[in-house]
């Protein structure tokens, strides 16, 4: 193909696939930016287009995957605040809002919105922990910020109804590429509203048996949390939890727990590692953002960030093991500041049961090696304190048999950003051997290997790929 007919062709790519231009009616910033195609009327991304980076979705899912044998009390999820109050909803929710994140605002701009994105979006983005507050008005169950507040809107007969955004959650995880998925909704009611059968025939609707009920943890489980492998081994793959400030409002225990956290913290109370605000070995943290801003009645404006904070940055919050840190304003840059495992742009290529994978002593993050036989250390974990970490004593090449660490520690992977900060403390920024075969396509463990090749929904779900790339892409094929 001759160079000019290369251009015809760019030219007419490049106009049958839609781009990033005047025509998406994107206005609001952090849609432009997400870089939606199809924007709403208030200039925000329509429903379920937000396009999710591939390299980011498949380290997100590695770093669940490697929490496999946690049991759920201590499985870390991002976790999204007010998950419903998102702009992409709606006037209800703050379509009309002219606050341009992050804060600390300008004065006086509005935000009555946590978020831009509908919580599909969000859970493709990511989010696992989906928190929605329900209020019972003009005769159905609806979704409302507090219910009754005097601006942030009083429940009215359209605001949204529970149960489509139940059933949206629903539809969510019966896609083939969610089957695996975890989540936990939390359900922050004030009050007992009654209508209990309404309400639990709704989660019913929703999920079925997928729910992990109060009776399952108690009966099935002996009272204590499952590990994740033991929740879907069971098909059991939503926790829901309620409560607040005013008591458990559980709809007769049915399906609902009462909210099991030990700690639940302002972003602005937060201190980063190693204090992490007394996260432990064993108790349950959620720090929330709250990046509100709106007139108060003679008292000038609430803002969020100024009693409550956000977070801006979850580096700390990985480092720390905090199950929920709790988001506003999720969008993909804050998302990707939650990747501890790969480097961008790893893997590079299909994993195969050959691969050797190592954590790079300058930048922290995970590569695959091209060569095997380099001579690097090991990660060795303690064996029975699992979060103490050591590296070998001497360099070798990658082996997945022989005791290549010192006696009483075995050649391991750190499973979360807490594991890897005791690793990279007593690597001294050497590059490391991990023993990651557990996740290796045709590994020795079932059912997740087959998980962790890169050709499932991380490779085929392009959309985030910038026209232009497809289109280079094919003149290359085409020439
Ligand atoms: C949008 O907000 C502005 C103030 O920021 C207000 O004047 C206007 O009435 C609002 N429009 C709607 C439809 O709510
Ligand atoms: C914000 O509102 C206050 C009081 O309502 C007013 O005095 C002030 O000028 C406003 N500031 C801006 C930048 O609009
Ligand atoms: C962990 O912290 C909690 C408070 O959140 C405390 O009650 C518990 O005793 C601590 N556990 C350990 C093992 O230190
Ligand atoms: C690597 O990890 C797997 C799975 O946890 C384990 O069975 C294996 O023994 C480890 N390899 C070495 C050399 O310790």
Redesign the pocket.
């Known amino acids: 193909m001759s160079t000019s007919r290369a251009f015809v062709f760019l030219v007419l790519y490049l106009s049958v696939v839609p781009g990033n231009t005047d025509d998406s009616g994107c206005t609001s910033q952090l849609s432009v930016e997400a870089g939606c195609e199809q924007c709403t009327d208030w200039g925000h991304c329509e429903q379920e287009t937000v396009p999710v980076d591939p390299w980011m979705q498949y380290a997100l899912k590695t770093q669940r995957e490697l929490q496999i044998d946690f049991t759920f009390d201590q499985f870390i999820m991002l976790d999204s605040h007010n998950s419903f109050q998102a702009r992409a909803y709606g006037l209800r929710y703050g379509a009309n809002d002219t606050c341009v994140w992050p804060p600390p605002y300008p004065e006086n701009c509005t935000s009555i919105a946590n978020h831009e994105f509908t919580i599909v979006d969000q859970l493709n983005l990511g989010m696992r922990g989906i928190e929605i507050d329900n209020w019972y008005c003009y005769g159905a169950m609806r979704v409302c910020h507090l219910g009754t507040h005097e601006y942030l809107g009083v429940c009215e007969a359209d605001h949204m109804l529970f149960a489509d955004l139940l059933g949206d959650i629903g539809d969510w995880l019966d896609q083939p590429e969610n089957q695996d998925e975890i989540i936990r909704l939390y359900f922050n009611e004030k009050e007992d509203q009654g209508h209990d059968d309404e309400v639990n025939a709704m989660i019913r609707d929703a999920f079925g048996t997928r729910v992990l009920t109060p009776s399952d943890l108690r009966d099935t489980y002996g009272g204590s949390w499952p590990t994740i492998r033991k929740m879907r081994e069971d098909g059991k793959h939503v926790l829901i939890a309620a409560g607040g400030t005013y008591g458990f409002f559980t709809h007769g225990d049915v399906y609902i727990h009462p909210l099991y956290f ?2 639940d913290l302002r972003t602005n109370l937060f201190t980063p590692y190693p204090d992490c605000s ?6 349950i ?1 959620r720090v929330y953002s709250d990046s509100l801003n709106f007139p108060l009645n003679e008292k000038g404006y609430y803002s969020g960030e100024e009693t409550v904070g956000s977070i801006k940055d979850l580096t700390e919050y990985v480092k720390c093991r905090i199950q929920y840190p709790t988001l506003d304003m999720i969008n993909p840059d804050l998302i990707k500041t939650g990747v501890w495992t790969w480097a961008e742009g790893q893997p590079s290529g299909e994993l195969s049961y050959d691969s050797c994978v190592m954590l790079k002593g300058t930048d922290h993050r995970w590569y695959v090696s091209s060569d095997c036989s380099e001579n690097h250390y090991y990660a060795c974990q303690h064996d029975n304190d699992h979060e103490v970490w050591t590296v070998s004593d001497e360099a070798g090449p990658y082996s997945t048999t022989g005791d290549v660490c010192p006696q009483g520690y075995s050649f391991s992977i750190p499973h979360n950003g807490y594991r890897k900060q005791k690793l990279i403390e007593s690597s001294q920024d050497k590059d490391v051997w991990l023993n990651f075969s557990q996740w290796l396509p045709s590994g020795p463990v079932e059912p997740t290997d087959a998980k962790m090749t890169t050709d499932d929904s991380a490779a085929h779900r392009l959309i985030g790929t910038p026209g232009i790339v497809l289109a280079l892409l094919s003149i290359l094929l085409a020439l």
Request: aromatic residues 0%.
């Open positions: 030990d700690a007394g996260r432990n070995d064993t108790n943290v």
